[in-house]
């Protein structure tokens, strides 16, 4: 076997479209090739525009895909965000709403910097152990769940490959032309408006997906039954932070739909607590702006064996909080439904004694505060 690289990203160069179409052109050719790589990237550029051409036309568009783009998107929308992360084809790097002081809009603003002094206080109330750093970072954590999904408060570079950019492209103007108005709709399409008006000449004319009747992933277009075995399917109520925490395990599946009558997460360092009134009338208050907080319902779909990665992922002391309990619950749930099944319930029990820390094989590099034996019964 030999291995070489024929073409790579290089930090600061755009590559116009038309040398991204040439691109895929000779690769197509390598599926027919006639004698050697370096004789076909020499062709002349009018047998290879036919066969991009004719690539475009039979819907075999795979090859468009070797070459790929680094986006870098300021100012994105978290709803944004969530529907591109949930397709499986893309790269992401994306300002961490966990750790960082997210910027508001200006409705949200005074409630989200209350809610980090509320937190703070109640952090350092229940842990003294924490230094100031690390209650500062937890209280934003949780104060975040006030942020609307459609404040344009994010940054992320998203890699992606020029087919499936210009797959998105049609889905955004198909979901602009066929979606019924709603609130949520409304707002999402003025988003993806504002997309495809910020996007580079990249677009190219018949490179879509219409003959695949493709859209989006994120929206659910049907109920799913729950199951377990070797494959699962699960439904549950999640926030959209959580959501977008769970669609980063591409090995899983996930659809989305919004609830009939609004229901809000309450962060569990004050769930019983006096402050859970004020919490629920404060996020209630910015209901129309969609906060983070807001709950939907949600579809996880998948093997046993991808389960068990998201439990080697989630099931940690440093976890997001609300994706960790999630799964620790979908676990329980999975081993109730496969108790008469010996393999499958054998497969799942090493994994169900405790944080990752106790897994078979597992070793922690950065142990947490919590260990194996608090890690999955914290409060924050």
């Not at 680094?70 to 499986?88: F, H, R, S, W």
């Not at 108005?181 to 988003?191: E, G, M, R």
């Not at 620790?328 to 008469?340: C, G, Q, R």
């Not at 947490?368 to 019964?377: A, E, I, M, S």
Request: charged content about 30%; overall charge neutral.
């Amino acid at each position: 076997m030999k291995i070489r690289v024929i073409a790579s990203t290089k930090e600061g160069y755009v590559m116009p479209k038309q040398e991204a179409l040439l691109f895929a052109g000779k690769s197509a050719g390598i599926c027919y090739l006639p004698k050697t790589v370096e004789e076909l990237f020499s062709e002349p550029v009018g047998k290879t525009v036919n066969r991009i051409n004719n690539t475009i036309k039979s819907g075999h568009h795979s090859v468009f895909q070797h070459p790929t783009y680094n986006l870098l998107l300021t100012g994105v929308p978290k709803i944004l965000a969530i529907i591109l992360n949930n397709e499986k084809i893309y790269n992401t790097s994306e300002k961490s709403g966990r750790y960082t002081v997210m910027k508001a809009a200006d409705d949200e603003k005074e409630l989200y910097e209350k809610w980090i002094e509320l937190f703070s206080k109640k952090i350092q109330e229940n842990h003294n152990e924490f230094d100031e750093k690390k209650i500062k970072k937890l209280a934003m954590e949780n104060a975040r769940y006030l942020i609307s999904i459609f404040t344009p408060a994010t940054e992320m570079e998203y890699t992606v490959n020029f087919c499936q950019l210009n797959y998105i492209l049609g889905w955004m103007k198909d979901y602009i032309k066929d979606e019924p108005n709603t609130d949520f709709s409304a707002k999402l399409k003025d988003v993806f408006k504002e997309f495809i008006d910020e996007m580079p000449d990249l677009e190219v004319e018949g490179l879509d997906s219409g003959m695949k009747n493709r859209g989006f992933s994120l929206f659910a277009k049907r109920d799913r039954a729950e199951e377990f075995g070797e494959n699962y399917s699960v439904n549950y109520l999640a926030t959209f932070t959580e959501f977008a925490q769970a669609e980063r395990h591409r090995t899983l599946s996930y659809e989305m739909k919004l609830l009939e009558e609004p229901k809000f997460f309450i962060p569990y360092i004050i769930k019983g607590t006096k402050l859970e009134e004020e919490w629920l009338k404060d996020i209630k208050s910015l209901s129309k702006n969609f906060p983070q907080g807001m709950l939907i319902q949600v579809n996880e779909r998948g093997t046993i064996e991808n389960f068990v990665l998201k439990c080697t992922e989630r099931l940690c002391g440093a976890a997001q909080i609300e994706i960790m309990y999630q799964t620790k619950e979908i676990l329980k749930h999975y081993m109730e439904n496969v108790k008469d099944n010996e393999v499958l319930y054998n497969y799942l029990k090493p994994y169900s004694k405790g944080a990752r820390c106790t897994f078979p094989g597992w070793k922690c590099t950065s142990p947490c505060v919590f260990g194996p034996k608090n890690g999955l019964d914290r409060d924050i």
